[in-house]
């Protein structure tokens, strides 16, 4: 029998667990508040926004909504990070990706007080999930490793495939599935033989951001399938990156698309914020 992860139950379990925290460090006078900024009006984007803000509504945090024009320069950006992490009545701030062309995310990344960084994308963060400290981890990586706990599927010593190497999805999941004494291949673009070596893993994360592009001919029987594609098929229906009704009679365990991995990135976000607030 496969095992369909429910993402949507485990992140209202996790959301739930955090709103009672942050009832607790109510009682002790604490407060917290995430900033949220977004420049432009991209729709997924301002989908994603909403979402953050619900999120922090529920569990009884603040949220700041900062919402900048498509035009806003580098310059105008980098000041309202400064004056955030001067604030000490904001304990988190979120800059929404991606940003327009005349900005480079990654010195708008750096500006962030890393204590600050609730979406673990400053390489101070980086640097302390490498060598193992304590801080801040990106979102959905850390949701999928929830989302494996919560199913009861263990990790240790078991052969890990990751397609994608992005430094928001890929790498950060390689280094905490390493954490959790898997056996570790990162895939991408450049991988020979793709099937074959998926087909040896007991665990295959898939972050290709290509449309239902993982079929049967990739599963080993009884592998468990973690899926982080979103993308709308030709029908406007949301899928994954992986042939979800072919695949999963081939699984253990797959997780759904929606309802999966994506409710887990905000229930995440939600942690490194109740995080931040007990720093
Ligand atoms: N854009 C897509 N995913 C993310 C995320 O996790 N954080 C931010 N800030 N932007 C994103």
Do not use: W
Not at 224 to 249: F, M, S, T, W
């Amino acid at each position: 029998m496969t095992q369909i992860i429910d993402g949507k139950k485990i992140s209202q379990e996790i959301k739930d667990e955090l709103r009672e925290q942050v009832a607790e460090q109510k009682k002790l006078g604490k407060e917290a508040a995430l900033a949220v900024i977004q420049v432009g009006t991209d729709p997924a984007s301002s989908v994603y926004v909403n979402n953050k803000k619900k999120a922090c509504a529920y569990i009884g945090i603040g949220s700041l909504s900062y919402e900048l024009p498509e035009e806003t320069t580098e310059e105008e950006l980098l000041a309202l990070v400064e004056k955030l992490n001067g604030d000490a009545s904001v304990n988190g701030i979120l800059v929404q990706l991606p940003l327009p062309a005349q900005i480079d995310a990654d010195k708008v990344i750096r500006a962030i007080a890393p204590e600050k960084d609730v979406d673990g994308f400053h390489p101070e963060n980086v640097g302390k999930l490498v060598i193992g400290e304590p801080g801040f981890v990106s979102c959905t990586p850390a949701g999928i490793i929830q989302l494996l706990k919560r199913s009861g599927i263990k990790m240790e010593g078991k052969h890990c495939v990751i397609i994608g190497r992005s430094n928001i999805v890929g790498k950060p999941m390689a280094l905490l599935m390493l954490r959790e004494n898997a056996t570790v291949t990162i895939a991408h673009s450049k991988t020979q033989n793709l099937p074959e070596l998926c087909k040896t893993a007991d665990i295959l994360i898939v972050a290709i951001g290509k449309p239902q592009f993982i079929t049967a001919d990739y599963i080993k029987e009884g592998a468990v399938v973690i899926d982080v594609g979103i993308h709308r098929d030709e029908n406007n229906k949301l899928c994954g990156d992986v042939r979800y009704d072919e695949v999963a009679p081939h699984t253990s365990a797959i997780t759904p698309v929606p309802g999966g991995v994506g409710p887990m990135t905000i229930a995440m976000l939600m942690h490194n914020c109740v995080e931040s607030m007990l720093q």
